[in-house]
């Protein structure tokens, strides 16, 4: 009987591991998602004021 729950037990604590493992890769990839469109946006109108300040610069 001790044996079985112990393998249950087993069972039990390795999928919540494999769960809080493919929750945290999710989370993670969500956050670089964010970062990389955050990035982009930055970036972009970083580009585009820098584009309208050297325009405006030899006007």
Do not use: P
Not at 8 to 29: D, P, Q, R
Not at 34 to 48: A, D, G, K
């Amino acid at each position: 009987m001790g044996q079985c729950i112990d393998l249950l037990t087993n069972i039990l604590f390795l999928l919540i591991y494999m769960y809080l493992n493919v929750f945290t890769l999710l989370c993670i990839l969500y956050i670089m998602t964010m970062n990389l469109h955050i990035s982009y946006e930055v970036s972009r109108l970083f580009i585009v004021n820098n584009s309208w300040e050297s325009n405006h610069v030899f006007k």
